[in-house]
């Protein structure tokens, strides 16, 4: 198929393209975006807009919400006899393509004051992350004190010593078992 009168491409979320000269490979291909690779769609169409004298100009389409749409996609197709071949193998074209959020989705995304929210906010808004640092060491601080206060060994930890010279744990002095696990050769 002459690749310039391709008037339109369906692509499927999870299948393959067609291959006679390489390897197939999936025929949508998320490289990323502030929206991230999460809300791939399940079918994408792509219309053929005109020819600039080098390549087919596409303008791919997909039931998005809202908060997303495409940014930068490339179709690519394998020639039929050699790479720049003008016919194309039918069926072996596929979409890269960054998916973007949209301004009403990073609207969303910074108003939702969710945990990982951070990851989608531009590198111009930094302000906030003083904060997070703060809530992490509070969150550590929080869990340390959990820990001493119901995990460590509530009885004192001295040693006593015995008559031969060495010190012992106290578990050992009082004659009680030690913890599961505890290899008794080890101080």
Known sequence: VLLREVQALTLHRGQYTTSRRTAAVPQLQCTGGTAGCSRVPEVVQCYNKGWDGYDVQWQCKADLENTYRFGQIEVSCEGYDYPDDPYILRGSCSLLFRLEL???????????????????????????????????????????????????????????GDSDGFSRPSWQSHQAPPPPGFKSSFT
């Open 102 to 160: 949209t301004e009403e989705g990073e609207r969303k995304v910074k108003n939702s004051g969710s945990f990982g929210s951070s990851y989608y906010q531009s590198r111009k808004d930094s302000s906030d992350s003083g904060a997070g640092a703060i809530v992490i060491i509070v969150l550590l601080a929080l869990a340390f004190g959990v820990y001493k206060l119901f995990l460590s060994n509530q009885q004192p930890q001295q040693s006593f």
